[in-house]
T-cell receptor
Framework: AQSVAQPEDQVNVAEGNPLTVKCTYSVSGNPYLFWYVQYPNRGLQFLLKYITGDNLVKGSYGFEAEFNKSQTSFHLKKPSALVSDSALYFCAVRDVGYYGNNRLAFGKGNQVVVIP | DAGVIQSPRHEVTEMGQEVTLRCKPISGHDYLFWYRQTMMRGLELLIYFNNNVPIDDSGMPEDRFSAKMPNASFSTLKIQPSEPRDSAVYFC?????????????FGPGTRLTVL
């Protein structure tokens, strides 16, 4: 079974400081990993994904994420947080090794609050 | 493209009533997903379709829930009869080709309140 853990409920960061949102995953095969963001009263929006290759993935709005196979992690990062980054962030995984699997397993989400 | 379209955006109904949620996926996408989001349970996959055919409905909570996709541009999620515990935000999402690493595009959601 595939699963994702997002250990923190809320991440508070001052505007201009680096932002990190943590994610660890569990799959039986190789993972495809995704980050989504949800603003209030909106649907989820795709930020970035890891498929293969370079462990550092760059995405929308200045976000990036680092894939670490040995630690089974895929932490989301932004060098300088903006107040407008305040939102709910979801990590998701799909198990590549499971043929026909088109399910995404989502984490519970992390609320990010950027303090002006 | 207008993205994934869902209607209604808000629905308030009384316990026992039938509720129908609607979704129009992005044109050309052949996978369609229905999710439910609550504070307690987070984001749950209810069912997904490939080329209008239901592939995995293991997340449908019980027989009161049913989903259909009569054509490539329309899907419905029906709850009959509705109960207060069905109150949640229901999202529809679509993706292209089902290639595993293609991201899903989400609609704005339908906020359902069952009194």
């Amino acid at each position: 079974a595939q699963s994702v853990a997002q250990p923190e409920d809320q991440v508070n960061v001052a505007e201009g400081n680096p932002l990190t949102v943590k994610c660890t995953y569990s799959v039986s095969g190789n993972p495809y990993l995704f980050w989504y963001v949800q603003y209030p009263n909106r649907g989820l929006q795709f930020l970035l994904k890891y498929i293969t290759g370079d462990n550092l993935v760059k995405g929308s709005y200045g976000f990036e994420a680092e894939f670490n196979k040995s630690q089974t992690s895929f932490h989301l990062k932004k060098p300088s947080a903006l107040v407008s980054d305040s939102a709910l962030y979801f990590c998701a995984v799909r198990d590549v090794g499971y043929y026909g699997n088109n399910r995404l397993a989502f984490g519970k989400g992390n609320q990010v609050v950027v303090i002006p | 493209d207008a993205g994934v379209i869902q209607s209604p955006r808000h629905e308030v109904t009384e316990m026992g009533q039938e509720v129908t949620l609607r979704c129009k996926p992005i044109s050309g996408h052949d996978y369609l997903f229905w999710y439910r989001q609550t504070m307690m349970r987070g984001l749950e996959l209810l069912i997904y379709f490939n080329n209008n055919v239901p592939i995995d409905d293991s997340g449908m909570p019980e027989d009161r829930f049913s989903a259909k996709m009569p054509n490539a541009s329309f899907s419905t999620l029906k709850i009959q009869p509705s109960e207060p515990r069905d109150s949640a935000v229901y999202f529809c999402a679509s993706s292209l080709d089902g290639i595993p690493y293609n991201e899903q595009f989400f609609g704005p959601g339908t906020r359902l309140t069952v009194l």
